[in-house]
């Protein structure tokens, strides 16, 4: 067979060519004929192609290039022959949210996305679930997050909200992008696939979708998308296991609550002002002295000044106080005083009738224990011991009178005469000056304020103990050493040793430890020269107490008197009357 066109191609094409110049009557005899034509057609490589190109209306092949503003671009969407798409072209389509979006009628159908919907974020309310590996108390964490959707562009941005203490780093699990979709090339996740009772997987970890807010389903119901009502988060097993363990928890020392903010933020800058008077014509020189309380409600903190009148020859400095919490209690030795009043003495009651309930307004057994002084304290009549001074508050401004109206419910404020205590104290009548404290007591007594001795307005006298000079004069230089040991059952004080050293010329004691190599203790001074207390007693120790064999307590460390040097023992073999205790072992 020669080389060249076969003849059944010919033939093919002539009759091709015939068929086209005339029309069938109808498209089925057409096809018909068309196929019986396939058949005739040799199953050879090169031979076989695509008939249908015969009948279509048109052979013009769209071309893929073309120009969008003097630049070269390529039509990714423009179809094949005919105007019929290519294969996959309809799967390869790149599908965004423009196309549910409804137009924006304001601006025209031609606005962008990022213009119309600029700064429009959907919210959903999510969760996923997280194992949680060889634990009791949870198998798996619930961990609560936000889904944003920016309208603008399709990009979905994650976060979880930050729970304190949880130990768990939070804040951004994914940053704003867009998210592709599982086992779909190319394409990403659009405002249809996120609605309510939905579950998204954003890079293998799947979400469920409990709720979102009120824009994002005022939104979705605008596109036409039902949005289901929202679901309550499943609980997290440690949460619950963690509130049971606190519901069995209860306090047994509850702490009140601490208000201090919230008390300087309501009370700043409130200040009570009282006109006091201080009786110091007991002391040398003393007069009556006018003072002025401010009580800063913000913190509870007290400033005295002093009213000075012209050409007094006081100070010009009238800060008698600085401002600070004020104590309720006497600081001992302080007015000239070692110790404390004896109980039942009018210092005493005063001191203590100043924090009882007799000056309270409203008090409550909490008040009684409170240590420092309060505005409840603060009334007309009542006497203070500021620091050993009895204060006695006389009158107050009008601010005051109105905070205690508003706050306690007092009417009557009737003033002390400060004239006519002035006139009591140039008397020096003790009688006259109980009558007319009394009185003002009396007369405050809407406020709480009971009446006060005469005796409470003057501080005790009590003196320390005059040195005997005699004795100083005699045993001047004089030290007695005597070693002792610790009366203890511990192993590590059993072999501990010291000096005691008594100074006869006053009374004093001093207790020194050598030092013992390996014994773990550093030796030194253990209590320095000082006139000690007698253990359960109101008395010193002197040298009546002292011999070899006797017991002494110093600040609870009990010692027991070993020996004493030979100047001891020869000293107290002179002097019986004063070592009665050594006289009587010796005898």
Known sequence: MPLGRPPAVANLHGRATQHAATTPSTEDDYSASIRELEKSLPFLPGHTFDIEKITAPNHRKSHAFDYCNTVSVFKSEAPGIAGKPLPNQEKAKIHTSVNLYPHSKGLGENVPTWVAFDRKVLRFY????????????????????????????????????KTPN??????????RHRIPRNAENGQHYIISDLNVEKEVTFYARTFKIVGCDEFTREFLTHLGISVPPA??????????????LLSRMKATRPCPPKTSLKKFLENDRRVLRFYCIWDDTNSVFGDVRHMVVHYYLSDDTIEIRESIPPNSGRESNTLFLRRCRLPKKKPKGFYGQLSEAPEGTGADAAAAGAGTASHYIGATSADAAEPYFSERD????????????????CDCD????????????LEEFDPVRLEDYEAAGEDNDDDAAAALVAAAAAGGAAHGAAAASAASLIPSQDEPPRPDFRKMMAYDGVALRYSAVLATGKQVDRDRRFVISLFPSDDAIAVFEPHQRNSGIIGGKFLERKRIKAHNQDRFYDASDFAIGAQLTFHNHPFIITGADDYAVKFMDQHPEQFPKHHQKCA
């Open 231 to 244: 679901t309550p988060f499943p609980p997290n097993p440690y949460d619950v296991h963690r509130l049971e």
């Open 126 to 161: 999510a969760y996923f679930q997280e194992a949680v590996h060889e634990k009791r108390e949870e198998q798996y964490r619930v961990r609560k997050v936000n889904i944003y959707f920016y309208l603008e562009d399709d990009t979905i941005h994650v976060s979880e909200p």
């Open 166 to 175: 949880s130990g768990i780093p939070q804040g951004t699990l994914i940053r």
């Open 398 to 409: 009008e601010f005051t009178r109105e905070y205690y109206r508003e706050k306690y419910g």
């Open 378 to 393: 603060l009334t007309i009549g009542a006497v203070l011991h500021l620091n050993g001074r009895p204060f006695v508050i």
